[in-house]
């Protein structure tokens, strides 16, 4: 490899890092919260039986059940980008962003559900461990970047003088 060539793939890859990083971002940020809302909504009756029966599937049931909102939120995100191309692009990019949430909140209840069930499928079980490695690892370098603590900097220093007028 040319120099050229290895600055550009040090550049492409470091590009491809921070744009997984951000989606990773994003699914972490919202994955605590929509969790607890939606277990809040499951602690109703009639989705408490629903989720009882989830619980008790066996392995392949529950990743069968758990994989089901990405199939089903296909067609809504194929929507969203034809309103895209014909020019609704607001439009378009509030449904990918509600599917993406109410995805999100779907698929966090789901996994906390059929967890126990999926991790008893060997492969299944491997591949989830070396994601959340992966992932850590993703985190850890977004961490350790300048962008991130320049702006967790920025946040604290926010935070602060919100605090200090309040106390005025």
Known sequence: MT???KLLWQL?????RAVLALLILFEEW???PLS???????????????EAVIQRLPPYAALGLFLL???LLLPVKLLA??????????????VIVGAKVIGTAIVARLFALTQPALMRLTWFARLYARWTDWKAQ????VHASAAWRWGRAFKLKVRRLFRRRRVE
């Open 69 to 71: 909102p990405t199939v």
């Open 30 to 32: 919202g994955w605590a």
């Open 3 to 5: 120099r050229v060539s």
């Open 138 to 141: 993703l985190l850890a370098w």
């Open 36 to 50: 607890r809302l939606m277990a809040r909504i499951g602690n109703l009756p009639v989705f408490r039986q629903i």
């Open 12 to 16: 492409l890859r470091s590009v491809f």
């Open 81 to 94: 980008l034809w309103l895209i191309s014909i020019g609704r692009a607001k439009l378009g990019l509030l």
